[in-house]
């Protein structure tokens, strides 16, 4: 076993430590809450904090900044808290994450740091759980008012970022540390991308995404909204005309998928995509106080179709706007569903039921257009397929129908194509994806880098803000050194 | 911000407004539209782009109210800003020389006809245009596109001006007297763009017609404004807005705008009835200092 640093402010030996249960995050109750869009998680007191940040080995290899995307300097931050300098551990934390107070909210720390903690790795002691202690210090910041920000020299050089989402408010955050000028261009009239369209409300309020961005623009970032690059100015005259110096491309995975099957055009059936950008962005829940409609879902049964954080987010606040029945329809089992556990657990505390291992084949209308049910199909899982998982095959004479009154789709995204089709010599893949180097997101253009979902494909916040990180690096690179010249990997 | 620099009256419940928007003014070619959101509560709504002034830097649009959005712009002058407007959006008109060209504008299509008449006709084809409309108060842009067109043709439904009719009858009458016609664009009410695709179907004359489901974010992130083209899922805010009419499910774009139309009521009524309530407490208002003076007196 490591043993702890001389300097740490921890009265705890490491038995101690381990010995000590992690503290839970205190919730809003399941029952109140499935009514609400406020959000679930109520966050530590700093009590609770320091208990939990006393729980941390500190390794001396710390595999928890190994295993984050961005490299949060874990163990500092945690000392920092035990310590009880909150505002040093936002400090400190702020270095690598310009975007903590999101990032402790929708990250998958089970996935990362928490994978990578020591602790979790002992019989029935679970990880540290540094989502929450993230979560903690950058919304203590914010509640205090304080905010220790870098001074930096301006370099003179000009960086424009397109899309306003995580990879784009990383690289922006990044950059502006290190002294460029950087303004950020959103195709929508609110900031965040799919932070503010996508995520809702009880999982990752506006409110934390407003105050992050008004971080970023005390560091002095730029932004400008309605401005779709490459319909209302395109790459090639960002650089031009308009003399930036380098472009950041972060505009998000984009286009809804359909699955391709009879009855997708009726009323009630909705794209994730739009079902999410309907309540969150444009508050229809709040119609008619906002003019942007929905169908009512009061006392309707409301299904959505997938397993991933998107078809979760969508059909929790279906029930918070009154369905009489939420379900989770998805071909696979729990077991592969893509989504979080907490979300999971979420879900199935509020009162969604799932239906494993069933697919829609199709939508039945009322005869006048409107959505009646889904015709589905039960399925089982056959030998794995190319994501490495059991494909699910359909089974023969297992149909059945569901009666529904909105179904909402969540079966993944395709590359927007606006960008790519307006920028000549941008080189993208077969599925249409533009092309970055892993290492240094660099793409076909010189002074062209691009990160995020438009490069992978969907993923996570964080994965698009470690994208964002390293394109940051190299961008800074770039503009020091004018060298373009890829490197030898 | 976006502010409205002119707005001008073009027929009963229809305005042209002026509007600074240099970046969209700068790139807006035929055929494309904006997303407008006028405050903070409002919802976001697509507008084919009339013409735009690049060294001005503004553009215009011509905007029928019919719902409550479109009649709150009406309500804004000169002077007034709106809080969003994004563009322009989707594919250009394809602009080249077809040959003869059949331009068909119903009721505010017209407006939304014209600069592509106009690009058509730079272009060196012949237009013939084809102008309808409710009423003789409602016939819109007569004058220009009469300058842009070899032959403008007028109609409308209750015979008060011009020929009565609808746009229809004029394009049958062209396509049986033998008119060689190279392509059709028809831009108006989805009833109207229907009827001319079953026409020109018949015909086998290559058929373009703009389409106006409803839409939320204008760059292919909903999905929302998805259309039926050649049995295949389309967004027109992406791949069109104009599609080839032949190949176009006008059914299901009818059924699809219908999907909020009880909202729309329901939010326009209350647009009226608030909008009602402000103009009695105006009245009142105006009538307070008289109250005071009269208290004043005794």
């Known amino acids: 076993m490591t043993q702890p640093a001389a300097r740490s402010a921890n009265p705890l030996t490491l038995k101690e430590r381990m010995k000590v249960p992690r503290q839970l995050m205190p919730e809003q109750d399941a029952a109140l809450r499935s009514a609400a869009f406020t959000e679930v998680n109520l966050g530590y007191s700093p009590e609770l904090a320091r208990q939990e940040a006393m729980r941390c080995l500190e390794c001396a290899k710390a595999t928890c900044v190994q295993s984050c995307p961005v490299g949060v300097k874990v163990k500092e931050f945690v000392q920092l808290i035990v310590a009880g300098d909150f505002a040093g551990a936002a400090a400190k934390i702020r270095e690598d994450n310009v975007l903590p107070a999101i990032t402790g909210r929708v990250c998958p720390q089970e996935d990362h740091c928490e994978a990578g903690c020591k602790l979790g790795k002992t019989k029935n002691v679970k990880p540290l759980g540094i989502g929450y202690l993230e979560r903690f210090v950058a919304d203590y910041e914010q509640r205090m008012g304080i905010r220790h920000l870098p001074k930096v020299p301006p370099t003179g050089k000009k960086v424009a970022v397109v899309g306003s989402g995580p990879s784009g408010l990383t690289v922006a955050g990044d950059l502006a540390q290190r002294g460029h000028k950087v303004r950020v261009f959103e195709a929508l009239h609110e900031l965040g991308g799919v932070l503010v369209y996508g995520i809702p409300e009880f999982r990752l309020p506006k409110q934390i995404i407003r105050e992050q961005l008004d971080c970023l623009r005390d560091m002095g970032v730029e932004f400008e909204t309605d401005v779709v690059v490459g319909r209302t100015v395109t790459i090639d005259e960002l650089m031009g005309e308009e003399g930036y110096d380098a472009v950041f491309i972060g505009t998000g995975a984009g286009s809804p998928q359909f699955m391709g099957i009879p009855g997708e055009h009726l009323n009630g059936v909705y794209s994730a995509n739009e079902f999410l950008t309907r309540i969150n962005l444009m508050k229809a829940y709040q119609f008619p106080r906002y003019d942007e409609p929905m169908v009512d879902m009061h006392g309707k049964d409301v299904a959505v179709i997938g397993g991933g954080n998107t078809a979760l987010d969508a059909i929790r606040s279906a029930l918070r706007l009154g369905a009489r029945k939420a379900y989770v329809v998805y071909r696979r089992s729990e077991a592969e569903m893509p989504a979080r556990i907490e979300e999971v657990h979420h879900a199935q505390q509020e009162g969604i039921e799932f239906h494993m291992l069933t697919n829609p084949v199709e939508f039945l209308s009322d005869g006048k257009g409107w959505l009646v049910a889904a015709r589905c199909v039960g399925m089982e899982l056959g030998e794995p397929d190319a994501s490495g998982r059991r494909r699910p095959v359909p089974i023969a004479g297992s149909e059945f129908e569901l009666p529904l009154s909105v179904a909402v789709i969540a079966v993944g995204t395709s590359a927007n194509p606006i960008v790519q089709s307006t920028t000549p010599g941008l080189a993208t893949d077969k599925r249409g994806y533009i092309q970055a180097d892993g290492a240094t997101q660099r793409t076909s253009r010189k002074g062209v880098f691009a990160g995020g979902d438009i490069v992978t494909g969907s993923a996570t916040v964080i994965l698009a803000m470690g994208a964002g990180r390293r394109a940051a690096k190299s961008i800074h690179e770039y503009l020091t050194s004018g060298a373009w010249e890829a490197v030898p990997t | ?298």
Do not use: W
């Not at chain 2, 084809?125 to 596109?145: D, P, T, Y």
């Not at chain 2, 409803?214 to 899922?233: F, P």
């Not at chain 2, 006008?250 to 309530?277: K, P, T």
């Open chain 2, 1 to 298: 911000m976006f502010k409205i620099l002119q707005t001008q009256p073009l027929a009963p419940g229809i305005k042209r407004f002026v509007i600074e928007a240099p970046r969209i003014a700068r790139r807006q070619k035929p055929g494309q539209f904006v997303i407008l959101r006028i405050n903070e509560t409002g919802e976001r709504i697509p507008i084919t782009i009339e013409s735009s002034d690049p060294v001005a830097g503004t553009i215009s649009i011509v905007v029928q109210a019919v719902g409550k959005t479109t009649h709150l712009l009406h309500s804004l002058g000169a002077g007034e800003f709106l809080a969003d407007i994004v563009g322009p959006l989707g594919k250009p008109s394809e602009i080249a020389k077809f040959g003869t060209v059949v331009v068909v504008g119903g009721g505010v299509g017209t407006a939304m006809a014209y600069p592509t008449a106009a690009a058509l006709k730079r272009a060196g084809n012949r237009v013939i245009s084809i102008i309808g409309a409710r009423n003789k108060e409602l016939v819109l842009l007569e004058k220009e596109m009469g300058a842009v067109s070899d032959i403008l043709l007028v109609t409308t439904d209750d015979g008060s001006y011009a020929e009565r009719g609808f746009v229809t009858d004029k394009l049958r009458d062209l396509i049986q007297t033998g008119t060689h016609i190279d392509l059709v664009l028809a831009v108006g009410p989805v009833v109207m763009m229907r009827a001319v695709a079953e026409l020109t179907g018949g015909a086998h004359i290559p058929t373009v017609v703009s389409l106006n489901p409803i839409m939320i974010d204008g760059t292919g992130m909903c999905g929302g404004c998805r259309v039926l083209v050649d049995g295949k899922s389309q967004f027109a805010c992406v791949d069109g807005p104009e599609f080839e009419a032949h190949q176009v499910n006008f059914d299901v774009l009818i059924q699809r705008n219908a999907m909020y139309r009880e909202a729309e009521r329901r939010s326009m009524e209350e647009f009226m009835r608030e909008r009602a309530g402000q103009e009695e407490r105006a009245h009142n208002q105006a009538g307070e200092p008289r109250a005071v003076l009269q208290e004043g007196e005794r």
